[in-house]
């Protein structure tokens, strides 16, 4: 669903400026390299998945229709899983909360 409202957002963004007045367009242009960069943090094939909870390892899930780059991003969010130890602090985490409040 974000991907799908990510992407109609910006495209209203661009269909505005087009049918906008000279000075929008400028204001656009001056824009420009903010609206690249949000479209680059919202650009799934940046991130490639999501982490899949609940199983007991590091496992990342993409969507069917990922293209090389999402796969390759998802190969490299995983791996900054396993490196940056997630799975052992979602753990201690869990465990926190469940010693703290008595559930989970």
């Known amino acids: 669903f974000a991907e799908g409202l990510?992407?109609?957002?910006l495209g209203l963004i661009r269909e505005e400026?087009?049918?906008a007045g000279l000075?929008?367009?400028?204001?656009?242009?001056?824009?420009?390299?903010?609206?690249?960069?949000?479209?680059?943090?919202?650009?799934?094939?940046?991130?490639?998945g999501a982490p899949l909870l609940g199983v007991n390892?590091?496992?990342?899930?993409?969507?069917?229709?990922?293209?090389?780059?999402s796969i390759a991003s998802a190969i490299g969010v995983t791996v900054s899983y396993v490196n940056g130890k997630v799975l052992d602090q979602i753990?201690?985490?869990?465990?926190k909360e469940e010693e703290e409040t008595g559930r989970v």
């Open 6 to 9: 990510a992407k109609t957002i």
């Open 17 to 19: 400026i087009r049918g």
């Open 23 to 48: 000075m929008a367009k400028l204001g656009a242009l001056l824009l420009m390299p903010t609206l690249r960069h949000l479209g680059k943090r919202l650009d799934v094939r940046e991130y490639g």
């Open 57 to 69: 390892g590091c496992c990342v899930i993409g969507h069917g229709s990922s293209d090389a780059k």
């Open 91 to 95: 753990r201690d985490a869990l465990a």
